[in-house]
């Protein structure tokens, strides 16, 4: 898709992919903004950042497949209807539940989707844990990919509660994904 809306609605924000019910079909679709993809898009992400982005999809498709698989065990489903009816409890799921296997896979593939010589340079980064005092802590590849995977689920209530709530936090966030937008291959 050339461009993508949230809810499917091109009245609302532009966002970098969507995933979806088909109302009559059934069909779960995957819309992905070609504004990540292309190199002179509007959206433009690294590439790690568009494989995170794949991957935050497919975990939205996996629960609306198990949320509408009747064979899977009434109890499973009518749970999972009830705590994550709509995509921002999916985040919320994601956030409590998703993050460490997110960091794994960015993790198995992180070699595929980046060049030594970025990486080399983004390791030499110093990061700034806390603000006052100012302390000091080398680039950390597992801090990375969990707030590479926190990207999108900044409208989930863990995301405000955690992170927004702490000044330190949040300005780690932005350290972690501002140096891989910076440093990583596009």
Same mark, same amino acid.
């Given at each position: 898709?050339d461009?993508?809306?949230?809810?499917?609605?091109?009245?609302?924000?532009?966002?970098?992919?969507?995933?979806?019910?088909?109302p009559?079909?059934?069909?779960?679709v995957?819309?992905?903004?070609?504004?990540?993809?292309?190199?002179?898009g509007?959206?433009?992400?690294?590439?790690?950042?568009?494989?995170?982005?794949?991957?935050?999809?497919?975990?939205?498709?996996?629960?609306?497949?198990?949320?509408?698989?009747?064979?899977? !065990?009434?109890?499973f489903?009518? $749970?999972? #209807?009830?705590?994550?009816?709509? &995509?921002?409890?999916?985040? %919320? +799921?994601?956030?409590?539940?998703?993050?460490?296997?997110?960091?794994?896979?960015?993790?198995?593939?992180?070699d595929?989707?980046?060049?030594?010589?970025?990486?080399?340079?983004?390791? !030499?980064?110093?990061?700034?844990? $806390?603000? #006052?005092?100012?302390?000091?802590? &080398?680039?950390?590849?597992? %801090? +990375?990919?969990?707030?590479i995977?926190?990207?999108?689920?900044?409208?989930?209530?863990?995301f405000?509660?955690?992170?927004l709530?702490?000044?330190?936090?949040?300005?780690?966030?932005?350290?972690?994904?501002?140096?891989?937008?910076?440093?990583?291959?596009?």
């Amino acid at each position: 898709m050339d461009h993508v809306y949230e809810k499917n609605d091109p009245t609302k924000n532009e966002v970098h992919a969507t995933t979806s019910e088909d109302p009559v079909s059934r069909n779960i679709v995957i819309k992905i903004s070609k504004q990540i993809l292309s190199p002179d898009g509007t959206m433009r992400q690294t590439k790690i950042e568009n494989a995170k982005t794949i991957f935050h999809e497919c975990i939205h498709a996996y629960l609306f497949v198990k949320a509408g698989n009747s064979n899977v !065990g009434v109890d499973f489903v009518s $749970t999972l #209807n009830e705590m994550y009816p709509t &995509p921002l409890a999916q985040h %919320d +799921f994601m956030y409590n539940n998703m993050i460490p296997t997110m960091q794994k896979v960015l993790g198995e593939i992180r070699d595929l989707v980046t060049k030594t010589p970025r990486r080399t340079i983004l390791e !030499g980064y110093t990061m700034h844990p $806390t603000i #006052n005092p100012l302390t000091n802590a &080398p680039f950390n590849w597992a %801090d +990375f990919y969990k707030f590479i995977s926190y990207s999108g689920l900044d409208e989930a209530s863990c995301f405000k509660e955690y992170v927004l709530k702490d000044s330190n936090l949040l300005s780690l966030f932005n350290q972690y994904v501002t140096a891989g937008k910076i440093e990583l291959d596009r």
